[in-house]
Nanobody, 122 residues
């Protein structure tokens, strides 16, 4: 029932900004958290941060804290990842995921979108 579709990726120059969107369906506001992840070639999928659907409380990995911001628009059933001061090392496929309250691990029991490519050129 839960479906996630990312959009907004593409090519951007170092120092620039980009906003990714994740359109969600089948998500009940008080039962899910929404996370953002990325995966570069040859590397494991990296947790970036998450937001609670109900109250919009946000949490960030240290690697992106201060540069990336997660927000949500409940009326549009959409979660956003605003990325500023982008670096070439930020290049990766970016994924959104949904985690129900009974799930303690996105990788084990979460729902995933198909990802969107972000390429940061120097």
């Amino acid at each position: 029932q839960v479906e996630l579709v990312e959009s907004g990726g593409g090519l951007v120059q170092a120092g620039g900004s980009m906003r990714l969107s994740c359109a969600a369906s089948g998500v009940t506001f008080d039962r899910y958290s929404m996370g953002w992840f990325r995966q570069a070639p040859g590397k494991e999928r990296e947790y970036l941060g998450q937001i609670t659907w109900r109250r919009g409380s946000t949490y960030y990995a240290d690697s992106v804290k201060g540069r990336f911001t997660i927000s949500r628009d409940s009326a549009k059933n959409t979660v956003y990842l605003q990325m500023n001061t982008l670096k070439p090392d930020d290049s990766a496929v970016y994924y959104c995921a949904a985690q129900e309250v009974e799930c303690s691990d996105y990788f084990r029991c979460g729902y995933w979108g198909l990802g969107t490519q972000v390429t940061v050129s120097s």
